[in-house]
């Protein structure tokens, strides 16, 4: 079983910055590829970032160069750091943790992964 607590939520201006935390713990096995996901009212949840258990990044066109996927092995913990916010990156961000994800393609593909945090609310004002 994994728990996953995000943090770091909030309200910006557009242009700025933010740093999502996710605490992770449980069986480290089934987190070995972790992800952010995000989803706007009346939206479907979408990928946003991807580190996949080699180390290797996947990332969503619409925040290419803004934002960074990091993870702190000793620390268990996963971080986004989104920069240039923009009001359309508003929404409720969420951890996602999977043992595997057979395909890269398949990284920012919610169905992919099974343990999800709670999500954090960001809101990016124009």
């Known amino acids: 079983q994994v728990q996953l607590v995000e943090s770091g939520g909030g309200s910006v201006q557009a242009g700025g910055s933010l740093r999502l935390s996710c605490a992770a713990s449980?069986?480290?096995?089934?987190?070995?590829?972790m992800a952010w996901f995000r989803q706007a009212p009346g939206k479907e949840r979408e990928g946003v970032a991807a580190?996949?258990?080699?180390?290797?990044?996947s990332y969503a066109e619409s925040v290419k160069g803004r934002f960074t996927i990091s993870r702190d092995n000793a620390k268990s913990t996963l971080y986004l750091q989104m920069s240039s916010l923009k009001p359309e990156d508003t929404g409720v961000y969420y951890c996602?943790?999977?043992?595997?994800?057979?395909?890269?393609?398949?990284?920012?593909?919610?169905?992919?992964?099974?343990?999800w945090g709670q999500g954090t609310q960001v809101t990016v004002s124009s």
């Open positions: 996602a943790a999977a043992s595997l994800v057979l395909v890269k393609g398949w990284l920012l593909t919610p169905s992919k992964y099974y343990n």
């Open positions: 449980g069986d480290t096995a089934r987190r070995s590829y």
């Open positions: 580190l996949a258990g080699d180390g290797s990044t």
